[in-house]
Nanobody, 119 residues
Framework: QVQLVESGGGLVQPGGSLRLSCEVSENILGFVSMGWYRQAPGKQRELVAAISAGESTRYADSIKGRFTISRDNAKNTVNLQMNNLRPEDTAIYYC?????????????WGQGTQVTVSS
């Protein structure tokens, strides 16, 4: 069973930084894409950033230039460096992985880690 475990969330003041980490229980090179999503209270879950096996990246416009997604294939880890945080970044952040195997898409989610940006 594929497991994704997030860490690094917490409380930070506006303008501060946090680094989220997602540890995956198997080789992340087997994933078409890894990413981070977030969900604020009363809102839909939205894509924050994604990185492919080939290390191409995509970012939501709302965080572009502030967040950086990266992967460490040797450690089966995906990271999200979040700088210049804003109150509107407050949400539960979820690690996501997508596989395409035997003609089927498989999607996996972590439990989530809370990020709160407040003075």
């Amino acid at each position: 069973q594929v497991q994704l475990v997030e860490s690094g969330g917490g409380l930070v003041q506006p303008g501060g930084s946090l680094r989220l980490s997602c540890e995956v229980s198997e080789n992340i090179l087997g994933f078409v894409s890894m990413g981070w999503y977030r969900q604020a209270p009363g809102k839909q879950r939205e894509l924050v950033a994604a990185i492919s096996a080939g290390e191409s990246t995509r970012y939501a416009d709302s965080i572009k230039g502030r967040f950086t997604i990266s992967r460490d294939n040797a450690k089966n880890t995906v990271n999200l460096q979040m700088n210049n945080l804003r109150p509107e970044d407050t949400a539960i952040y979820y690690c996501n992985g997508r596989q395409y195997m035997r003609g089927n898409w498989n999607t996996y989610w972590g439990q989530g880690t809370q990020v709160t940006v407040s003075s």
